[in-house]
């Protein structure tokens, strides 16, 4: 977790402010709980051997984080959440050393991994802290949903949690930028560490009941990622800071950019600079520092939108 934006954060009143002291306990875990999985399949040489590691990754990554929130709604206790979520960890490795030991690997079956993970960590669950007996798998996954259901009407902090939950899955989905030709997972610790808190905090502001933060940030970070071409690591890394930057003083000032101008930022720049590089569109352009000026012209706030992008 990276202090000094945490610190930065709390002193500005953004954390306390927004949310709870289980949300951040949530967002906290969960960060830590995905640089642990990131930190477990880099050091996997198993892992490092498949030809497709990257959607072995995603499998694995969408499976603990399912956990994450199906043993949160059902236990209400991050702790148990985050200890699941290890154990989740671990089942994964020993699925991928089992299929490449029958010589499988390289065809991971997507469902059979996700029934493999659940079977080891939610039948426990269930059985745990749910009070249940051996049954079948889909009783024992149907009697989770039974409960997590039960728990909506059973406080408004744990029905927020729940939404923003929802959500959370998303931000490391986006966040990571699996399909950069360059990045390693090395490079999306070092995301997970410096960014990864952040942009979760900011599923839980007040402001996302109505998408005015995520939904902004992930068209922005999912134009960046489908049209431009040539972003380095680093680049990557100084857009989301000053992005993140941006988002706060947005908060703190009351006028974060509206979804609209986003949106018709990022037509005009898919629609002339599609396939060229940051540092050709900041030329075309006349930015003179690249990812502070992107920033400005996709993500103004509310009281420079008005003139529209182009200006």
């Known amino acids: 977790m990276n202090h000094r934006e945490e610190e930065e954060m709390e002193s500005s009143g953004f954390i306390t402010n927004t949310t709870t002291n289980v949300q951040k306990d949530l967002i906290e875990k ?21 030809e497709d ?4 990754v ?14 949160f709604v059902s236990t209400k206790n991050v702790a148990t959440s985050f200890g699941h979520c290890q154990k989740g960890i671990y089942c994964y490795i020993e699925y991928i050393e089992q299929a490449q030991k029958f010589g499988t690997s390289h065809t991971l079956d997507y469902l059979d991994a996700i029934t493999f993970i659940y079977d080891k960590t939610l039948t426990d669950l ?18 989770i949903l039974s409960v997590s259901q039960s728990h909506q009407a059973r406080g408004r902090e744990l029905e927020q949690s729940k939404l923003v939950l929802d959500q959370l899955s998303r931000v ?16 999306q610790m ?6 990864l808190s952040d942009f979760a905090t900011y599923v839980f502001s007040e402001e996302s009941v109505n998408g005015q933060i995520t939904e902004p940030v992930f068209l922005f970070l999912e134009t960046l990622q ?7 690591k680093q680049d990557y890394l100084d857009i989301l800071t000053v992005l ?4 706060k003083r947005g908060i703190k000032r009351g006028n974060l950019a509206t979804y609209s101008y986003v949106r018709d930022a990022c037509i005009y720049l898919s629609a002339h600079y599609s396939g060229q590089s940051l540092h050709y569109i900041a030329a075309q352009e006349g930015w003179k520092k690249p990812t502070d000026d992107l920033i400005k012209f996709v993500y103004a706030s509310v009281s420079s939108a008005a003139s529209g992008p182009g200006r």
């Open 30 to 50: 969960y960060a830590t709980i995905l640089f642990e999985y990131f930190a477990i399949m880099n050091a996997s040489a198993t892992v490092q051997s498949i």
């Open 53 to 56: 590691r990257v959607r072995v």
């Open 58 to 71: 995603q499998i694995g990554l969408s499976a603990i984080t399912n956990i994450y929130k199906l043993a």
């Open 126 to 143: 269930h059985k745990s802290h749910l009070g249940g007996t051996s049954s079948s798998d889909s009783s024992v996954f149907t009697n």
């Open 172 to 187: 490391p989905t986006i966040l990571l930028w699996f399909q950069h030709p360059d990045f390693t997972m090395l490079d």
């Open 190 to 195: 070092d995301i997970i560490d410096i960014h």
């Open 226 to 232: 489908e049209k431009f071409v040539g972003i380095t």
């Open 244 to 247: 993140s930057k941006h988002i």
